[in-house]
């Protein structure tokens, strides 16, 4: 091996100082090829949720739903509703934005919608709550706005806005 | 963030092992050229049919392996203890008639295939041959003495 190595070094290359130069694209290109995977450590291309909470009419709505998630992938939203008075409201129903659930594909309620996207909650008594929960799969591409409203007796409580992002 | 990590973990991995494995391992590709051949289609494919279908997943992908295959190709090029770490230097096997027999050993080339490649260089007979080298891409260059022409040639199965 020693023989090896010394003979090794006739065949050396010129020492020529190793500098870093790039072309002009590639200023421009690798920065942003680099950019990809730093912002998708940094959570930009995952799933996120968020919460909303609207408080009218002595009534509480909170909705937690799917802020951005990919192509095909499965996200909760979640409604809880809570009567804040101290008298009982009838014919309760929470009404899911059509335009926007229509955005997702495998959508499923618990309980079971009666309606187009319109789930009744019947009662709610003084300081009650209920909670709904869907599952959402997503099938659109791109920003998906809706809103989600608490109804009694037909009508409008409280409305919380949502909007989804779907990446390819 | 999880596709960042498992791309980066099968990259470290695979570079390793065949950095570990040895030059006639690789022999038709580079080390980058094998792991890119190698993972890109796999990225691809967990894309369209896996778990994630989403474009964006392969996209990260295989935006993350290509960033590491910049960087390293950056990295090897700017310091050469780098360079050698990973995809080593080449190693003489024959010079002005004496085989290295522990380089011979240590790389799996034997004399049969030393002397089949220096044929196939047009070289007819040991003395005629000054430089027998495999590359760190895995390929035996043979030089001949007179006119000191190079033929670089690829490995044939031995």
């Not at chain 1, 072309?23 to 680099?34: D, F, I, K, S, T």
């Not at chain 1, 996120?48 to 939203?77: A, C, G, H």
């Not at chain 2, 993972?39 to 494919?45: D, F, I, K, Y």
Request: charged share 25%.
């Amino acid at each position: 091996m020693k023989e090896e190595a010394s003979t090794r070094a006739l065949l050396k290359a010129p020492a020529i100082r190793r500098r870093l130069k790039f072309w002009r694209h590639q200023w421009v290109a690798v920065p942003l090829l680099l950019a990809i995977p730093i912002l998708a450590v940094s959570g930009v291309f995952g799933e996120k949720s968020w919460e909303l909470t609207q408080m009218k009419n002595d009534v509480r709505i909170r909705v937690k739903y799917p802020e951005r998630f990919r192509y095909n992938q499965l996200q909760p939203i979640e409604v809880v509703v809570e009567n804040l008075a101290n008298t009982t409201l009838k014919d309760v129903e929470v009404r899911f934005d059509t335009a926007y659930i229509n955005k997702f594909s495998n959508v499923s309620f618990i309980p079971e919608p009666h309606n187009a996207y319109r789930i009744k909650l019947n009662t709610l008594g003084p300081k009650e709550q209920q909670e709904i929960a869907a599952e959402i799969q997503a099938k659109d591409y791109g920003k998906h706005a809706g809103s989600v409203e608490v109804l009694a007796e037909g009508a409008v409580l409280a409305k919380v806005d949502i909007s989804t992002i779907v990446f390819p | 963030m999880e596709t960042v990590l498992r791309v980066l973990i099968i990259y470290a991995f695979i570079t390793i092992v065949l950095r570990i494995l040895g030059k006639r391992e690789l022999s038709e590709l580079s080390p980058y050229e094998l792991v890119m051949v190698m993972l890109v289609p796999e990225l691809a494919t967990q894309g369209l049919n896996r778990n994630d279908y989403s474009i964006t997943n392969s996209i990260i992908g295989i935006s993350t392996l290509l960033s590491l295959v910049f960087l390293n190709s950056v990295l090897t090029y700017r310091f050469k203890k780098i360079s050698e770490a990973i995809e080593g230097a080449p190693s003489i096997l024959f010079h002005d008639g004496k085989f290295f027999e522990d380089t011979m050993h240590r790389e799996r080339v034997s004399a049969d295939e030393i002397i089949s490649e220096m044929h196939s260089a047009g070289i007819e007979t040991l003395g005629e041959l000054k430089w027998v080298i495999l590359e760190p891409d895995g390929k035996l260059s043979c030089i001949r003495k007179e006119n000191q022409n190079s033929t670089r040639l690829e490995n044939i199965g031995a």
